[in-house]
């Protein structure tokens, strides 16, 4: 069965650092886009970042551009988003999803497109 499951989301203060880790089982993770969202109450799911499969290729959200890392480490079929600098307004709901579109084709941050999700890791940035 497949599965997908986040952790590393906790509370930091303005200008602290987390690293979250989307783990798959079931599936193995080097075939799918991987793409990290987030939700903060009251709002729509926002797409913060993607990498494709196959070649790499990584797009971020400006509001995250030169702060937030993605990574993907394929032989642990795990993937990863650090974040840096973190201020208040990236307090949401963070969630991995991996998308089995073509190998290497650009990434998207359409929710659409994917086909897994994992359950969600909160990030709270307090002032």
């Not at 599965?3 to 989307?22: A, P």
């Not at 797009?59 to 937030?68: G, H, L, N, P, T």
């Not at 929710?111 to 940035?125: A, D, R």
């Amino acid at each position: 069965q497949a599965q997908i499951v986040e952790s590393g989301g906790g509370l930091v203060q303005s200008g602290g650092s987390l690293r979250l880790t989307c783990t798959a089982s079931g599936f193995t993770l080097g075939y799918y886009a991987i793409g990290w969202f987030r939700q903060a109450p009251g709002k729509e799911r926002e797409g913060v970042s993607c990498i494709s499969n196959g070649n790499g290729r990584i797009y971020y959200a400006d509001s995250v551009k030169d702060r937030f890392t993605i990574s993907r480490d394929d032989e642990r079929n795990t993937a990863y988003l650090q974040l840096n600098n973190l201020k208040p307004e990236d307090t949401a709901v963070y969630y991995c999803a991996a998308d089995n579109g073509p190998m290497g084709f650009p990434c998207t941050v359409e929710p659409k497109t994917y086909n897994y999700w994992g359950q969600g890791t909160q990030v709270t940035v307090s002032s």
